[in-house]
Structure formats: structure tokens, C-alpha cells
């Protein structure tokens, strides 16, 4: 038997978008209010209090309405100016991309690169920062998604914060998954979404933005007003007394009310640490098959997606083919300067369950012994579900 490409997947895997919550997806399906009634306009004050309690905060986030690519963006328009110096920090794809927004606000640009298996040291930081004292911006990405691994930014953002800078912090793909929050790290404006760990939909930026950032943003002349790229114009946005500079995106704003509640109610604790042990059994479980993780040590592996290093020979884009045909699973690939060297097996949000670690691993041998590559599938089973149990 096998999955035809155009048939929906049994489990979706991925590092993101995820599956959403089925009962997210309820929500989703509440009425689209008219954004200037009363009621909508309470309920949008009502779910950014919900998200400043997610992302503990002592101030309100904006919610902007596009998917969080529009919320780092507009972070680069809104906070960087041509009198600024950014020190842009990359450990992988998303890290190195912030550098190329950064670029079209300042030609004052330098950057500390490591290997796209690695992550930032913070000394490394410290050094960086002495050398360039001009540095007045900081950029720096949590989980590199492609490389499947996880700076230390709540040590870095002390570091910047030591030498005053302001701190900007792409934290999608970790915030929701893992502990961490704007001001852990003493971030200027944090940047996250809801369709990674949170599990709901692709759709939404949620920023936490300090108050020197908003006097930044306010005295720089050149950040975008009455634009989609706008975050000055959301300033007031979450109180109910304030009119909307457009229409906000009312059925995502459903479905992130309801994936907050979800994310609250469980308990943060308890979802970061299904994430944790969905990681662990997952990491385990690769091993005991003969396999290597891409990140080079077990410390910097993220809790959110397990990259797994191809060995010789596999051609990476037919493994993931195969892993759909047979078994009807997708993972996700690299991107970039990963791609074809690593695939990825996500856990975020709804498929942060151990169990599916499992089954991931399964289709993963599977399809690794039919391209010809001897992966001890049993071991890595028994591996994964050895780790579950000592948890139990
Ligand atoms: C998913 C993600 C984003 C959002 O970008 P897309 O490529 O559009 O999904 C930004 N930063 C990181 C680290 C991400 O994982």
C-alpha cells in the first residue's frame, strides 16, 4: 500500500506550521464579529491579556496580523535606524536571514556566524561587543529551526543588555515549547506565533516589546506608520478604546484565544516538559538505530525539533518521499545551507507527545532500510520507548 502525494498525510511531523489543536480548529470556526462591535473589540483586549500572561510580561504585546515573518520585519523597519550599528548573531538559516532585513535599515552591519550545527557562546558575544563598541542593536534567533538547535539567548541577553543595546530576539519556534519569555532574556522586542508550539494556525505575530524599544521605534522617523509593516500603529490596539488602524484577522484571533487557553490550562510546566520528553525519546531513539543527531551535542538539541544528520549515500528529499509513501508521515526538511543534510522531525504543540517519537522513528527506519541504509529500527523503537518509560 501507498500514500498518493495529493491524499492528506496520516501524522504531520513538521517543525512547523503544525497540525492544530482539534480544539483549536473549533474555534476557529466561531462567528467572524465585526471588528468595530463592542464585542469584538473586548474579546481582542481579553486575548492579548491572555498572551501577555503566556509570555509573561509586565506590558502588553502586540498581536500583528500576518504569519511572524511580518512581525521580524517589521522589528528591522521599526527599530533600526542608519545611525545604528547591529551586531547580527547566526548559528543557522533564520539567524543568518535577519542580518539581510537588518542590512536594509543600516549599512552598519557585523556579524558573528557559527557552524550551522552549533550554538552562540555567549563569551564569544562579550568579545564581539568589546571589539565593536558601536553596536547599538543585537539580533539573534532562539531556535535556528533548520539546524534543530538552541542558543543561549537569556545569557546573551544580559550580555547585550550590560552593554545597553537594544535586543532583538526571533523566539518562534522555541516560545510555547520550551521555557522562555521576552524578559528571560531582556528582549527589546521578542517576536513569536502562534503556529508553532502554540498549535494553531499560520497567521499571527505576538510581540513583546520593552518600553525603551516603543521610544526607540517613536523617535525613529523613518518606522513605518499606516503600513502593513507597522508596529507603532498597533500601539493601543489591545484596548478596547482604541480604534484598529484595519481590520485584524478575526478568525485567528479565535483560534489563538482558544490555543492560549489551551497552553494556560495545561499548564506551561507541563508542556514544556511533553516537549522535553518527546525530544529525549526521540534523540534516543536515533541513536540506538545507528543514526546521529545534527546538532553537534546533546546540550544545544532543541526540545521543539529533533534534526537528524543523513548518513553517505541517502538522498534526503527520497527519504522524506518514502516516509509519506509507505507510512504516510511528514517531516520536514532542511533549509538553505541544511538542506539535504538533515531531516527534520518536528514536535510542537499538538504532536509534542512522546508516542509519536515513536512512530516517527518507525517510519524513519522504514524507509531508511528501503533506500538501502541499514537502520536497527527495533533497537531505536525499544530506545524511544525505554526513555518514555523512565519517565513514567
Ligand atoms: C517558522 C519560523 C519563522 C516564521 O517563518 P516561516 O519561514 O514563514 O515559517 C521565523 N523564525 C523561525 C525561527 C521559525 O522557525
Not at 158 to 173: F, P, Q, R, T
Not at 237 to 245: G, K, N, Q, V
Request: net charge negative; charged share 20%.
Amino acid at each position: 500500500m501507498r500514500y498518493a502525494d495529493d491524499a492528506q498525510p496520516v501524522l504531520t511531523l513538521t517543525s512547523g506550521p503544525v497540525n492544530a489543536y482539534p480544539d483549536v480548529l473549533r474555534g476557529l470556526g466561531r462567528t467572524v464579529l465585526y471588528d468595530y462591535d463592542p464585542a469584538f473589540q473586548a474579546f481582542y483586549e481579553k486575548v492579548v491579556e491572555k498572551a501577555q500572561k503566556a509570555m509573561r510580561l509586565s506590558t502588553k504585546p502586540v498581536i500583528l496580523h500576518g504569519e511572524p515573518v511580518l512581525g521580524l520585519e517589521a522589528a528591522a523597519a521599526s527599530l533600526i535606524t542608519p545611525d545604528d550599528t547591529v551586531l547580527n548573531l547566526a548559528s543557522g538559516v533564520y539567524g543568518k536571514g535577519f542580518g539581510y532585513w537588518a542590512k536594509r535599515y543600516s549599512p552598519n552591519l557585523v556579524e558573528l556566524v557559527t557552524a550551522y550545527n552549533e550554538a552562540l557562546d555567549p563569551q564569544a558575544v562579550r568579545e564581539m561587543l568589546v571589539k565593536h563598541p558601536e553596536v547599538t542593536v543585537v539580533s539573534v534567533c532562539h531556535h535556528d529551526t533548520p539546524s534543530g538547535t538552541i542558543n543561549p539567548i537569556d545569557e546573551i541577553g544580559k550580555i547585550v543588555a550590560e552593554h545597553g543595546g537594544y535586543l532583538i530576539v526571533d523566539a518562534v519556534s522555541s516560545f510555547g515549547g520550551m521555557k522562555t519569555h521576552p524578559e528571560d532574556c531582556s528582549a527589546d522586542i521578542y517576536i513569536t506565533g502562534p503556529n508553532k508550539c502554540l498549535g494553531a494556525p499560520p497567521g499571527l505575530t505576538m510581540a513583546g516589546i520593552s518600553d525603551r524599544a516603543w521610544a526607540k521605534m517613536k523617535a525613529n522617523p523613518a518606522a513605518p506608520r499606516a503600513s502593513m509593516l507597522s508596529i507603532l500603529d498597533w500601539e493601543k490596539a489591545w484596548s478596547r478604546s482604541e480604534p484598529f488602524p484595519f481590520t485584524p484577522s478575526v478568525a485567528e484571533m479565535n483560534g489563538l484565544d482558544v490555543a492560549l487557553d489551551l497552553y494556560l490550562g495545561e499548564g506551561p510546566e507541563n508542556v514544556w516538559a511533553r516537549h522535553a520528553l518527546t525530544a529525549k525519546a526521540m534523540r534516543a531513539g536515533v541513536r540506538a538505530m545507528g543514526l546521529d543527531i545534527w546538532p553537534a551535542r546533546e546540550a544545544i538539541a532543541s526540545p521543539t525539533t529533533t534534526a537528524v544528520r543523513i548518513p553517505e549515500g541517502i538522498d534526503e528529499a527520497k527519504l522524506r518521499k518514502e516516509v509519506r509513501a509507505r507510512y504516510g508521515v511528514v517531516f520536514s526538511s532542511g533549509r538553505g545551507e541544511t538542506l539535504g543534510k538533515l531531516t527534520r522531525i518536528g514536535h510542537m504543540g499538538p504532536t509534542a507527545q512522546p508516542i509519536y517519537a515513536v512512530a516517527a522513528l518507525a517510519a524513519l527506519g522504514g524507509a531508511l532500510n528501503a533506500l538501502g541504509f541499514e537502520a536497527d529500527t527495533a533497537a531505536g523503537v525499544a530506545a524511544s520507548v525505554a526513555a518514555i518509560d523512565a519517565d513514567a
